[in-house]
C-alpha cells in the first residue's frame, strides 16, 4: 500500500499543486483541526467545506463540527475502518 495513507478502502488522487502550500495558506483552527483529522484530507476540500459553512453565517466551532461530522459520514464508508 506504500507511503502513509494507512489501511483504507477509499480512493486517492493525485494532486498536481504543491499540497503543503496550499494547507500553509489555510486558516489557523482549520490547519489544527486537520492535524488531528482521521483521515488525510486535501487542502483544497477542507478549504470547500469550510467556505460553505463561513458563507452559511457558521462560526468557527460550527464550521469544524461540520467538518467533523463529514469526516465521520467518510469513515463510515470506509470498509477497514470498521474492522477494528
Not at 496550499?22 to 476540500?45: E, H, I, T
Not at 462560526?59 to 459520514?73: C, I, K, M, V, Y
Request: glycine fraction near 4%; aromatic fraction near 4%.
Amino acid at each position: 500500500m506504500g507511503r502513509n495513507l494507512g489501511a483504507t478502502s477509499l480512493p486517492r488522487k493525485r494532486r498536481p499543486h504543491d499540497p503543503m502550500r496550499s494547507y500553509d495558506a489555510l486558516p489557523a483552527p482549520l490547519r489544527a483541526w486537520l492535524a488531528k483529522a482521521a483521515l488525510p484530507w486535501s487542502p483544497a476540500s477542507a478549504r470547500r467545506l469550510w467556505k460553505r459553512a463561513k458563507a452559511e453565517g457558521h462560526d468557527t466551532q460550527a464550521a469544524l463540527q461540520l467538518l467533523s461530522r463529514a469526516e465521520e459520514r467518510t469513515l463510515a464508508r470506509d470498509h477497514h475502518s470498521l474492522k477494528l
